[in-house]
C-alpha cells in the first residue's frame, strides 16, 4: 500500500495513513479463517471446502486487494493456521497441553472453575 514503486491505486474510503508502521506478516486473519476452515474440513469435507473458499476469496483476497497485505503474508498465515489446526488432531500432543490445566481442576474446583469464568 505504501510502496509507490508499485503504482497501486488505493481503494475509495480506505486511509492510506492508516498502516504507517505495520508489519502485516504473517496475516492474523488468514490464521484464523484457515485455522477454522480446516478443523470444519476435518469435520465434513464438503463444508470445509466451502469454508477454505470463504476463507480464501472473502477474507483473504480482499486483503490483498486493498493493500492490506502481500501474498506472501496470507500464504504464511494460511500455512500456519492449517499447522495449527492439523497439530489438534495429534492426540499425544493434546494431552501434553491439557494434562498441566486438568490436574489442576481436578485438584482445586473451586478455585480453577473461578480461574476459567472470571
Not at 497501486?8 to 474510503?13: C, K, R, S, T
Not at 463444508?47 to 480464501?56: K, P, R, S
Not at 488432531?89 to 490445566?101: C, E, H, S, Y
Request: proline share 4%; glycine share 6%.
Amino acid at each position: 500500500m505504501h510502496n509507490r514503486a508499485l503504482h497501486f491505486h488505493i481503494p475509495y474510503g480506505v486511509d492510506e495513513n492508516v498502516l504507517v508502521n505495520w508489519s502485516s506478516f504473517p496475516s492474523d486473519h488468514a490464521v484464523l479463517f484457515f485455522t477454522l476452515a480446516t478443523i470444519i474440513f476435518l469435520v465434513s469435507r464438503r463444508l470445509g471446502i466451502v469454508a477454505f473458499l470463504y476463507a480464501f476469496f472473502v477474507v483473504c483476497f480482499t486483503r490483498v486487494y486493498l493493500g492490506y497485505h502481500y501474498p506472501t503474508d496470507i500464504l504464511a498465515g494460511a500455512l500456519l493456521g492449517i499447522t495449527i489446526a492439523s497439530l489438534s488432531k495429534v492426540t499425544a500432543l493434546r494431552k501434553m497441553i491439557a494434562q498441566p490445566g486438568m490436574r489442576w481442576v481436578r485438584s482445586h474446583p473451586a478455585s480453577s472453575m473461578q480461574a476459567f469464568f472470571s
